[in-house]
């Protein structure tokens, strides 16, 4: 079949020779549309000058990343019978819209996408039949097979390796040329897997049959066929058993086994027979659910409330529809489009499937959404524990779900973060990223370093930061080789964000990037502080005594499994720039004009917390310093100095940031903490005044905006051991008061004159409310609903809520203020807090939800300066920092200010070689056994795109 006209600057291409000779390069159109992609490895021998050369299928591992000059340059050696000694490594593409199967040779940059037809104009590829679906080929490279889901053709074909490649001499290929048969059913993703050989040695033909047949020697791949491959090869040559087809049939809710090797030489299928195919196995998948499980009990009192609690929805059944294939070991891992389930079926060997218990994708944010799955990805057992773990794509958002399948894991679930209040931005069970997630691939990297007194690099070698171990370098004989992966002193070197040793994720985004997730990183031990703290999120086994050597970052999770990686080292330096979490300059503090109030012992003051039992000395990163935090009171100036940063012996504001996950620091963004300041969000709500003194709207989500009554903070105060009398006091100073924004009624409106009431009149009202609005009358929230308020006058000598309610008959706007309290909001993160409506009564009320814990925007002003610790009632913490504000006497509006440094990059690989938007619909992702690259297909019109093995970045593109 041959493409329509260009769509994008032709490509030379080049017909490879039979014999020494190069052909002409002819300009075709670029791939277009690409689908899958599957590589083999192949030569082509020239024993006989004269005649066309004989192809030579090899294992994939064979090739490697060397380079010819040209598609026909297999570097034949005259002295070894014409055998070549450059075997080239092609990637085999299909082209969706084309029903066609590119072939690119990647050991050479000269014209490598193939013409198979050089006797007509443009690119001639491999015809298959419309709508190919996948493509795999066998590990020794004699045949690959595509699956194809044309409507009223659905099947599979055959591509013999030795008919791929143009060969002078020999026929195009077309549709005919290919063993096929049919499957009556659209087909989805193919495995490869391998029928082991009996006791004895011999092969078995059939799942039904004996084992009585003799595996072909690889050397006999020499003597069969001709020129142009006429003989389909014998895949027992490979010395991997009898191989079979494992074919996804998504509308049938199974799979079928079919043998290869019968669909390669079967005279049934040959010359595009396409007779039903010989299906030896059918497995239907079974979706067994467990009985949903009863809500638990709530985990606190009355000063926090759960959401209503729901049921696992296990009769939500529907029947399967399997996706995306993988395979571990004797372990197939099926994921199902229509089910909430991912299926395991144990193949001792592929004529004896037996599914098992299935994993059970779900939701802890949304339990009642059923969760599919569209892709799987599986790690390797690494040690010491040998722990493998499933990447699951969740067909309904995009994100990602991990799932511990080693031997023995006691759960089904998907994994759930430990910690998961430290960075509440992020789903506790899942991987959320910018966009939704396509395809992924979960591989090893490897950078072994060698002992310099022998030479030997082994691999697997875990970065080691204990200081009593003994370093290498090439003075010593005798050294311990785990701190040849040490970071060095000016960090160009050992451990670092782009040195990938280990397992990693490539998770492959519909926007074209390709972000990177640890799974087990070799070197996450030296990647850290020298000195451990809780603070750092070290946790309680944080090694002490002597400094590690380390590479010197803020956080023991740099590095953390199964999350994002990060782009850059966690620290602040001349060198680095401003990478570690924290403040371009210190808190400063502006009265309500915006005059800035200086730093005095009458002042209030901005102080870090300090953890509790943890003796580690607290720094905050300023720029590009690291700044200490005063941990004692010095005595040497006028106020307690303990949480602030002193610099030339001037006391100054400070806070301390959280650093027990990096990730959490999403954006570089400024901070306001402002006293009594006003909760955001309610600039547009109208409410009006009700008959019982309440005001209210059905939009007014007063529980949505964080708003805090009376009744709650006096719940929270007893909770945390607050006598009961005080608890009612405080709660009266701190909780929210409403102050009406609206204009008053113009002394001429009718209101007046209709107004039948001795509470109020134009005149009284005007004395009150006609002032600036900061100065009216402040109403407090007695009890919060979502949509409405009850309100008491905060002077109780005065019925403030009745005299309001008089003045403004109608729909009026209002503010809502925290009183006594320092509100905390930035332009993007906004007012954090976690007030949700208590499903039962409709009250607002902190969420019991210990994932949300650090989701607050208040904080009460500490009347007393001097040292606060985490978890007094003073101690303000949210996802990014923690501080308190003591002394001085604040006043309304009085702010302090400050913008954060050092946000979280991801580790991303941007697809697109070009600054301008470009449209990429990447579709899979697989890795190239010969080269460690990673080969990742476009939709669109950007081909085939491979990632580097040795660097993160793309390395090479075709299209």
């Known amino acids: ?64 990343t060397r380079t010819a000059d040209s598609p026909s340059d297999f570097e034949v050696d005259e002295d070894e019978g014409g055998r070549a000694k450059l075997p080239h490594l092609y990637a085999l593409v299909t082209q969706t819209s084309r029903g066609e199967v590119a072939v690119i040779d990647m050991t050479t940059e000269r014209s490598p996408i193939l013409d198979l037809d050089s006797g007509t104009p443009g690119a001639s590829f491999l015809p298959v039949g419309a709508q190919p679906v996948d493509i795999v080929a066998t590990r020794g490279g004699t045949a690959s097979f595509v699956s194809v889901a044309e409507p009223g053709r659905e099947g599979i074909f055959a591509l013999p390796s030795a008919r791929v490649l143009p060969r002078e001499g020999c026929p195009v290929p077309a549709l005919t040329s290919w063993p096929s048969c049919s499957l009556g059913s659209p087909p989805g993703e193919i495995l490869l897997v ?68 019968t669909l390669l030489e079967d005279e049934r299928y040959a010359e595009g027979g396409f007779a039903p195919c010989e299906v030896e196995r059918w497995v239907p998948l079974q979706v067994t659910l467990p009985p949903a499980a009863p809500p638990g009990a709530a985990p606190h009192g009355p000063e926090c409330v759960a959401p209503a609690a729901s049921a696992r929805p ?180 050992g451990a670092g964000p782009l040195k990938l040793r280990g397992s990693f994720g490539y998770l492959v985004l519909t926007n074209g990037d390709v972000a990177i997730v640890d799974v087990d990183d070799l070197d996450a031990d030296c990647r850290g502080p020298a000195i451990g703290s809780a603070r750092a999120g070290c946790g309680e086994g944080a090694p002490t005594g002597d400094p590690l050597a380390t590479s010197g970052e803020v956080s023991c999770n740099v590095v953390t499994p199964h999350a994002l990686r990060s ?57 590009v310093v690291r700044e200490p935090i005063e941990a004692a009171d010095s005595g040497q100036t006028l106020l307690d100095e303990q949480g602030l940063v002193l610099r030339s012996g001037d006391p100054q504001h400070a806070l301390s940031m959280n650093l027990e996950d990096p990730r959490v620091h999403l954006a570089n963004e400024t901070w306001t903490v402002t006293y009594e300041g006003v909760l955001p969000g309610f600039t547009r709500t109208f409410v009006s005044f009700g ?101 008491e006058s905060r002077d109780p000598a005065v019925d403030e809520v009745a005299f309001a309610a008089c003045c403004f008959g109608g729909e009026v706007q209002l503010g809502v203020r925290a009183a006594g309290q320092w509100v905390v909001q930035s332009g993007g993160a906004g007012f954090l807090h976690h007030v949700v409506a208590d499903p039962e009564t409709g009250r607002c009320r902190n969420a019991c939800d210990d994932r949300l814990a650090r989701l607050n925007g208040r904080v009460a002003h500490t009347p007393d300066d001097g040292r606060v610790t985490d978890g007094d009632l003073g101690a303000f913490v949210n996802p990014m920092f923690r501080f308190a504000v003591t002394g001085g006497v604040p006043e309304q509006d009085m702010q302090f200010r400050f913008t954060t440094q050092g946000a979280f990059t991801p580790l991303l690989v941007r697809l697109s070689d070009s600054v301008e938007l470009v449209e990429l619909q990447p579709q899979a992702i697989r890795l190239v056994p010969a080269t460690g690259e990673l080969a990742i297909t476009d939709g669109s019109l950007q081909g085939l795109i491979l990632l580097s093995a040795r660097s993160v970045g793309v390395r090479r593109r075709y299209r």
């Not at 277009?32 to 992609?37: E, I, L, P, T």
């Open 1 to 64: 079949m041959k493409p329509r006209a260009a769509l994008l600057a032709p490509t030379s291409v080049l017909a490879l020779a039979g014999c020494a000779g190069e052909a002409t390069p002819v300009d075709v159109e670029a791939l277009a549309q690409s689908g899958r992609s599957a590589f083999v490895c192949l030569a082509i021998d020239q024993p006989d000058p004269g005649k066309p050369g004989v192809l030579r299928s090899l294992p994939i591992t064979d090739c490697s």
């Open 194 to 261: 391998s029928d082991p050989p009996g006791p004895d040695g011999k092969l078995r033909s059939s799942c039904s049959s004996d084992y009585d047949i003799d595996p072909a020697s690889p050397g006999e791949a020499d003597t069969t066929g001709d020129a142009c491959g006429s003989a389909s090869g014998d895949l027992s040559q490979e010395g991997l058993g009898r191989q079979k087809l494992l074919v996804s049939m998504p509308e049938l809710g199974g799979f079928a086994v079919i043998d290869a090797q």
């Open 314 to 493: 296990a009769q939500a059944v529907e029947a399967p529809r399997p996706a995306g294939l993988a395979l571990a070991g004797d372990r197939l891992f099926v994921a199902d489009l229509d089910a909430p389930v991912i299926h395991v079926v144990d193949l001792p060997t592929p004529c004896e499937p037996i599914e098992l218990p299935p994993l059970l994708p779900a939701s802890t944010l949304d339990p009642e959404r059923v969760v599919t799955t569209s892709r799987v990805a599986v790690s390797q057992a690494s040690p010491p524990d040998f722990r493998r773990y499933l990447y699951a794509v969740d067909a309904g958002d995009g994100s990602v779900m991990v799932f511990d399948v080693s031997d023995g894991a006691a759960s089904r679930a998907p994994l759930s973060r430990p910690h998961p209040e430290w960075n509440p931005f992020q789903p506790p069970d899942r991987i959320r990223l910018p966009a939704p997630v396509r395809d992924l691939a979960v591989v090893q990297r490897e950078a072994p370093a060698s002992l310099p007194a022998t030479g030997v690099a082994p691999e697997g070698i875990r970065c080691d930061p204990d200081p009593r171990l003994r370093t290498c370098d090439s003075n010593v004989a005798s050294c311990d080789i785990e701190t040849l992966y040490r970071t060095s002193s000016d960090r160009d070197a």
């Open 567 to 623: 782009a850059n080292y966690i620290v602040t330096s001349d060198s680095s720039g401003q990478l570690e979490p924290g403040v371009q300059g210190l808190p400063v503090l502006y009265d309500r004009t915006g005059t800035v109030v200086p730093f005095s012992a009458e002042s209030p003051k901005m102080r870090a917390t300090f953890p509790s039992g943890d003796a580690a000395a607290l720094t905050l990163a300023v720029g």
């Open 691 to 791: 008959e019982d003194g309440a005001v209210g709207s059905a939009d007014a989500r007063f529980c949505h905006r964080g708003v805090q009554s009376q009744a709650s903070v006096e719940e929270q105060l007893r909770a945390a051991g607050v006598e009961d009398r005080e608890a009612a006091a405080r709660a009266a100073q701190l909780a929210d008061f409403v102050q009406i924004t609206s204009a008053l009624p113009a002394e001429d409106a009718a209101y007046w004159d209709n107004l039948e009431s001795d509470v109020c009149s134009f005149e009284s009202c005007n004395a009150k409310y006609g002032s600036v609005i900061t100065s009216r009358p402040g109403l407090r929230v007695v009890e919060a609903y979502e949509d409405h308020l009850t309100l």
